[in-house]
């Protein structure tokens, strides 16, 4: 097994992750850590992302707007995307697990989770 190395780099980024609800981009998280690593590559931090994404401390989300973004909250959550101005806001609401329960009911193989995202317009477009 190989030997995971810490990374000051890759903490930044994850904190970063972790105080934001905006669901950056990866250019986003880029300019963000710029300013503790001015050195610091894209190539890096996608690298980093990507880490993050496969050793399950982020999420990698894709709303369909060409961009893929990331969320350092990786507890079951759903998001809504406004159509309008393309903010990504977390959807606080019950459980919805046992959906899993009803759709590996008439499937063969097996489930292990799913991703919801509503779609519509956020109280702020409505009220412009």
């Known amino acids: 097994m190989a ?3 810490h990374s000051k780099q890759r903490e930044a980024i994850k904190n970063y ?3 934001t609800t905006m669901h950056p981009t990866a250019e986003a998280v880029y300019d963000a850590v710029r300013n503790d690593f001015p050195n ?6 996608y690298r980093n ?5 496969e050793h399950n401390e982020a999420l990698r989300l894709d709303f369909g707007d060409k961009f893929i973004h990331f969320d350092g909250h990786t ?3 759903n998001h809504f995307y406004c159509r309008k ?5 977390d959807i606080q609401m ?4 046992h959906i899993d329960i009803i ?4 499937f063969e193989g097996i489930i292990e989770g799913h991703s919801v995202i509503f779609h519509g317009l956020c109280d702020k477009c409505i009220t412009k």
């Open 3 to 5: 030997v995971i190395r």
């Open 17 to 19: 992750l972790m105080s």
């Open 40 to 45: 610091i590559s894209l190539g890096t931090v």
């Open 49 to 53: 992302l990507n880490f993050l994404v």
């Open 75 to 77: 507890q079951p959550h």
């Open 85 to 89: 101005c393309h903010s990504i806001i």
């Open 94 to 97: 019950d459980s919805i697990n």
């Open 103 to 106: 759709a590996n009911s008439g």
